[in-house]
């Protein structure tokens, strides 16, 4: 029998003890947890980072460029935001007549929720449980997913002539 625990267990637990004391982390105060939410940003950006140039190498032929932004918004919630944009994706029109939008990573925390999440452009949302950075860390799979998901959306909104590292390899000879 193992005694392994699903990678994000810790997180999970966590996130459900967040949920039972309507805290994050531990903090109460939205002053305090904003602090929180924004040292957990720094120490996600480095991983979030990572995997989007990783992303730009494998499939953009590094043509890509990763744009990264915090705030907050008119009801005094927080958010980061990560874009990994490049030149075909600029240029290509989407199915529905609109642009090709970047490859997105979004942190959120709305003013009254107990902690915050992260997600893609296009659904999903994952608990947000960063204190350190071991945690940050443990966040790899889940920005993982997300970028895999936003790139194929991207394929799928723009089609796969947006990919330049598979387009180069099926130019005519």
Known sequence: MSTALPPRSEDIFR???DLRTRSYEGVHDWEGKLDLFRRAMALLDPVVRRIMDETNRTFLDD???VN???GEDRDGG???HWELSWPAQREATARDGGRVQPIQVIATFPRGAPHPHLSASIGGMWPCQITDEADAGR???VIGAIVETELHQRIFDGRW???PAFTRRHEPA
């Open 68 to 70: 990264h932004r915090v």
């Open 15 to 17: 996130h459900l003890e």
């Open 63 to 65: 043509t890509g460029g």
């Open 139 to 141: 966040q790899e799979p």
């Open 78 to 80: 927080a958010w980061a």
């Open 161 to 163: 002539q947006v990919i």
